[in-house]
């Protein structure tokens, strides 16, 4: 008997992201030395001291149902981070804590969108963005960033984009899947085109925040642009600063009655999130910060490396980032080279032919390219790179 699922399903496809890391892990399984590259995650161990508060919390009994919106001491560590690192004021009624960013992103899309509304994404965008509006019987509505304008969108363009039904703007600074990041004048200069649009609410999604190597310091839009502070939702989380990824802790910071909606959305359908993770992502965020710019040290390397060796390979061109642990390549020289139609034939013929698993650049909204993670050790990256150019020719 084949059940009928709802029309909500039907609307969305798997995560791409998660599919890519899936399939390599089951080909891995089957005997396959396979050399994944789809994950986005940190290769490291969560630092000891962070994995000891967990640990702690365990021991401790501290094992039950949370507050559904987080811990005071976890809310207390969120809202001191906000001010150290982004200048940015919040109080506990304005901090929401969740499984992971992806959660937060979601609780945001749920209480906020109405059928029919848009929800304004720049392209190449994440993943998960327009399929959670569509969860939400939202429209998104894309602004195309390709590579010659160094994957960013312009104010003209955010313009152009912004309509009467438009209810929600999603920005990823630095970006996955691109590393492209916003200067502090060129976010200046979006929030200018917001302002103007005041039915508009932003969501900022600085997960790669600590992942840097700009020219300049990170900077969050509200932090450029304080006259959106009522209508910003500041999302950030653990996960990938800290080595975090299975733990799921993601926050926010936003306008309380909007914060009160998404607590209202997430009591309803997870409650709390983990309290063992709550104990550990507040000694991550308050204690010392030496793990983070460590890592930062590790990825900013393998970036140059891996940027550098996808140019040299044959039809590939990839622009160099500001942070995440993405390179985001053109590949659409090499397909015709190979006589491949799109990305996704191509991504295949990577995993079959040459054992390397990326993510297709479709799933990120910008066909003709791939994603590949390098948050993997130097001599996987090299390996990848030598099997890559073996491929190629
Ligand atoms: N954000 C990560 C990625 O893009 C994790 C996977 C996901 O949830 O999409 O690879």
Redesign the pocket.
């Given at each position: 008997m084949t059940i009928e699922v709802s029309h909500r399903v039907l609307r969305v496809k798997p995560?791409p992201?998660?599919a890519v890391?899936a399939r390599a892990a089951k080909l891995k399984a089957e005997g396959k030395d396979i050399i994944g590259l789809?994950?986005?995650?940190p290769d490291f161990d969560t630092p000891a001291h962070i994995a000891e508060a967990g640990i702690a919390a365990i021991r401790g009994g501290f094992t039950r149902y949370t507050n559904v919106d987080g811990i005071p001491e976890l809310k207390d560590a969120i809202i001191a981070k906000f001010q150290r690192d982004n200048g940015l004021t919040y109080a506990r009624n304005q901090v929401l804590v969740s499984a992971g960013a992806?959660h937060t992103i979601f609780n945001l899309m749920m209480a906020l969108l109405n059928p029919g509304d848009e929800v304004v994404i720049p392209a190449p965008y994440?993943?998960?963005y327009p399929d959670m509006a569509l969860l939400a019987d939202a429209v998104p509505v894309f602004i195309p960033a390709g590579a010659s304008q160094g994957y960013k969108i312009t104010p003209a363009q955010l313009e152009a984009a912004l309509t009467p039904k438009s209810r929600l703007f999603i920005l990823n600074s630095p970006s996955?899947?691109t590393g492209a990041a916003y200067t502090r004048r060129e976010l200046e200069a979006l929030g200018a085109v917001l302002a103007r649009h005041p039915r508009v609410v932003i969501g900022t999604d600085d997960m790669y925040e600590h992942i840097w190597w700009g020219p300049e310091p990170f900077c969050s839009l509200v932090t450029a642009c304080p006259a959106l502070y009522d209508r910003t939702v500041t999302i950030n989380g653990v996960s990938k600063s800290y080595a975090m990824?299975g733990w799921r802790i993601g926050y926010c910071g936003g306008p309380a009655g909007l914060i009160t909606a998404m607590g209202t959305i997430q009591g309803q359908s997870t409650s709390n999130p983990t309290s063992i993770s709550q104990k550990a992502a507040a000694v991550a965020l308050s204690g010392d910060q030496g793990c983070v710019a460590s890592m930062n040290r590790a990825f900013k390397e393998r970036h140059d490396f891996i940027v550098a060796g996808l140019n040299s390979l044959r039809g590939v061109s990839c622009q160099p980032g500001f942070g995440t642990f993405y390179a985001f390549a053109d590949v659409s020289q090499a397909m015709a080279n190979l006589g491949l139609r799109d990305d996704n034939a191509f991504a295949e013929r990577l995993i079959t032919d040459a054992l390397v698993a990326v993510?297709p650049g479709s799933g990120f909204g910008a066909p003709g390219h791939m994603r590949l993670?390098f948050a993997c050790s130097m001599a996987t990256l090299e390996k990848a790179l030598e099997r890559l150019r073996k491929f190629l020719g």
């Amino acid at each position: 008997m084949t059940i009928e699922v709802s029309h909500r399903v039907l609307r969305v496809k798997p995560s791409p992201t998660l599919a890519v890391t899936a399939r390599a892990a089951k080909l891995k399984a089957e005997g396959k030395d396979i050399i994944g590259l789809g994950a986005g995650e940190p290769d490291f161990d969560t630092p000891a001291h962070i994995a000891e508060a967990g640990i702690a919390a365990i021991r401790g009994g501290f094992t039950r149902y949370t507050n559904v919106d987080g811990i005071p001491e976890l809310k207390d560590a969120i809202i001191a981070k906000f001010q150290r690192d982004n200048g940015l004021t919040y109080a506990r009624n304005q901090v929401l804590v969740s499984a992971g960013a992806k959660h937060t992103i979601f609780n945001l899309m749920m209480a906020l969108l109405n059928p029919g509304d848009e929800v304004v994404i720049p392209a190449p965008y994440w993943v998960s963005y327009p399929d959670m509006a569509l969860l939400a019987d939202a429209v998104p509505v894309f602004i195309p960033a390709g590579a010659s304008q160094g994957y960013k969108i312009t104010p003209a363009q955010l313009e152009a984009a912004l309509t009467p039904k438009s209810r929600l703007f999603i920005l990823n600074s630095p970006s996955n899947p691109t590393g492209a990041a916003y200067t502090r004048r060129e976010l200046e200069a979006l929030g200018a085109v917001l302002a103007r649009h005041p039915r508009v609410v932003i969501g900022t999604d600085d997960m790669y925040e600590h992942i840097w190597w700009g020219p300049e310091p990170f900077c969050s839009l509200v932090t450029a642009c304080p006259a959106l502070y009522d209508r910003t939702v500041t999302i950030n989380g653990v996960s990938k600063s800290y080595a975090m990824t299975g733990w799921r802790i993601g926050y926010c910071g936003g306008p309380a009655g909007l914060i009160t909606a998404m607590g209202t959305i997430q009591g309803q359908s997870t409650s709390n999130p983990t309290s063992i993770s709550q104990k550990a992502a507040a000694v991550a965020l308050s204690g010392d910060q030496g793990c983070v710019a460590s890592m930062n040290r590790a990825f900013k390397e393998r970036h140059d490396f891996i940027v550098a060796g996808l140019n040299s390979l044959r039809g590939v061109s990839c622009q160099p980032g500001f942070g995440t642990f993405y390179a985001f390549a053109d590949v659409s020289q090499a397909m015709a080279n190979l006589g491949l139609r799109d990305d996704n034939a191509f991504a295949e013929r990577l995993i079959t032919d040459a054992l390397v698993a990326v993510v297709p650049g479709s799933g990120f909204g910008a066909p003709g390219h791939m994603r590949l993670s390098f948050a993997c050790s130097m001599a996987t990256l090299e390996k990848a790179l030598e099997r890559l150019r073996k491929f190629l020719g």
